[in-house]
């Protein structure tokens, strides 16, 4: 933890922004989550939130930030938390769903596509997706809240819908993993969820 912890400390400082706040609240959700699931390690969990976001480092980027996230864990001998950097963009397994610039080269997406297309989703590859779709900033929200603030920025496509059907899906697999609404086990959630979009 302390390394992971460290390592998105240093890549804020390369590329600052509210990507480093969203992903410690991303990291603290999923690891609230797990707790409650006894074929999960919360402590993983915890380190996949704090680093999915990790190609960030290298700039303000789209569809980039998860090779280059992909690439610097692979690098650091981390083939789990580069697994993470891919697939929690990819809920749905089709690259061309990403919402953001697709500002990869041809011969990177085809990579990304090829990946996510094969790989068979684990609980961990689900439940960062999740928490990535539940965590503004400024904590943990209902996910139609973060539907809207990604809406804003990025716009509404064709297979936006479908996408969040996807990510409702995921919310009501790990309401039944835990035994719970996982909205009772994350604080502030709802009145976060009223606060203005930023």
């Not at 997706?129 to 496509?157: M, N, W, Y």
């Amino acid at each position: 933890i302390a390394q992971a912890q460290k390592e998105l400390q240093i890549a804020a400082r390369m590329n600052p922004g509210p990507w480093e706040q969203h992903s410690l609240v991303t990291a603290d959700n999923a690891r609230r989550i797990a707790e409650r699931i006894s074929t999960m390690d919360s402590e993983k969990a915890y380190i996949m939130g704090l680093m999915h976001d990790i190609g960030r480092r290298e700039g303000i980027t789209g569809m980039l930030h998860v090779i280059d996230g992909y690439n610097y864990m692979m690098q650091l001998g981390e083939p789990d938390l580069a697994v993470i950097c891919l697939t929690h963009s990819f809920a749905s397994q089709n690259v061309e769903h990403f919402e953001g610039k697709h500002d990869c080269s041809a011969e990177q997406k085809a990579f990304i596509k090829d990946f996510v297309e094969k790989r068979v989703y684990d609980d961990y590859d689900k439940l960062i997706q999740l928490c990535d779709a539940l965590s503004l900033p400024t904590g943990a929200c209902i996910a139609e809240k973060r539907f809207v603030d990604v809406a804003l920025r990025h716009g509404v496509q064709d297979y936006t819908t479908k996408r969040w059907q996807g990510y409702l899906e995921l919310k009501k697999y790990f309401d039944s993993k835990c035994g719970c609404d996982i909205y009772t086990l994350l604080p502030g959630v709802f009145e976060n969820s009223m606060g203005n979009l930023k």
